[in-house]
């Protein structure tokens, strides 16, 4: 599991094992969904290679279900893929703690 310690729109993580959402929202406090934002996170995850998908009653979650067969490497490429591009997109940033694999 890794560790999100401050994106500015996490509404909530969640998940067992392997499946993980994170849920995003237009702010913390009235946890607004924010669907575009996701669409926008899903299809760079794409541009880069890394397969995510989306979910949730108003379609605000990431969603994150890889393969039985996902190595180490895998979860460092997903990982440092997303944190790349919620850098991009949110000034508050992910923080990603890997020792925790």
Known sequence: MF?????????DVRGKGL?????????RKSREPAPSYTVHIVERMKE?????????PNNNVLKIKPPLVFTRDN????LDTLEKILREEDS???SINKSHF
Do not use: H, K, N, P
């Open 19 to 27: 499946f993980i959402g994170i849920e995003l929202v237009r702010d």
């Open 92 to 94: 508050s940033c992910l």
């Open 3 to 11: 560790v999100l310690y401050s994106i500015g729109s996490r509404g």
């Open 48 to 56: 880069e290679g890394v397969l995510i998908g989306m979910d949730g």
């Open 75 to 78: 979860a460092d490429l997903l």
